[in-house]
């Protein structure tokens, strides 16, 4: 079945530093990737996504790039600040018919003062 | 103030009972998800809703069934919970099937003696 992996399970950036967060996913037709955060305890919140007929998409501190030939896209964050601690899932489309996401298994990073 | 709200935030059940977790929105979304997540596994899609009434199996079915009623509710239920259904389970909204961008409530942690 379809799947989207995100190899890092763990990720520590001084603060100030930048971050850079991985998924790959194997459907060829998905063409929505939204990233989410999930801080301690908390839901999850969507912080950005891109879609397929672009390759950047940038708001503020963070940046996605999409690689479609590769397969894979990620999460930039520049500037890191503690309050960027958080698990951050990606997540791909499927096609279904609707909107229904394939989630990764999501990659805890952690700030460092 | 658009809000998906759970209940139960937290649950404790021994094998066998029946479990009803709730799920509200004011959003008048159409689509409404049920997830779990387990450490190391992100979301696993358990069931859509598309409207009152209409409702899909997701990636993991086995084990449970809905209900929607009412289009600002879609309700979880485990009859004979399992400890091995012992998780965090996620509701999710959208505005409709053709709108991606989806919106999580708080969770509700349900642990299965």
């Known amino acids: 079945g379809e799947k989207v992996e995100q190899h890092q399970s763990t990720l520590s950036v001084r603060e100030g530093d930048s971050a850079v967060i991985n998924c790959t996913y194997t459907?060829?037709?998905?063409?929505?990737f939204p990233w989410y955060k999930q801080e301690a305890g908390k839901s999850l919140h969507f912080v950005i996504d891109?879609?397929?007929?672009?390759d950047r998409k940038q708001s503020q501190r963070l940046t996605v790039l999409l690689d479609k030939k590769a397969k894979r896209f990620s999460l930039h964050i520049t500037a890191t600040q503690p309050e960027d601690s958080a698990i951050y899932f990606c997540?791909?489309?499927?096609?279904?018919?609707?909107?229904?996401?394939?989630f990764g298994s999501g990659t805890q990073l952690t700030v460092m003062p | 103030d658009m809000k998906v709200t759970q209940m139960p935030r937290y649950l404790i059940k021994r094998m066998g009972e029946n479990v009803l977790l709730e799920c509200g929105q004011d959003?008048?979304?159409?689509?409404m998800y049920w997830y779990r997540q387990d450490p190391g596994l992100g979301l696993q899609l358990i069931y859509i809703?598309?409207?009152?009434?209409?409702?899909s199996e997701g990636d993991i079915p086995k084990g449970y069934r809905v209900s929607r009623k009412k289009r600002e509710h879609f309700s979880l239920i485990l009859d004979s919970a399992k400890t091995n259904q012992t998780s965090v389970y996620f509701c999710?909204?959208?505005?409709?099937?053709?709108?991606?961008?989806?919106?999580f409530g708080p969770g509700t942690r349900l642990t299965v003696l």
């Open positions: 997540a791909a489309s499927r096609t279904s018919g609707s909107w229904q996401l394939i």
């Open positions: 891109i879609r397929s007929n672009v």
């Open positions: 459907d060829t037709a998905s063409s929505y």
């Open positions: 999710a909204s959208s505005l409709s099937r053709d709108y991606a961008e989806q919106f």
């Open positions: 809703s598309y409207d009152v009434d209409s409702n």
């Open positions: 959003m008048s979304h159409e689509t």
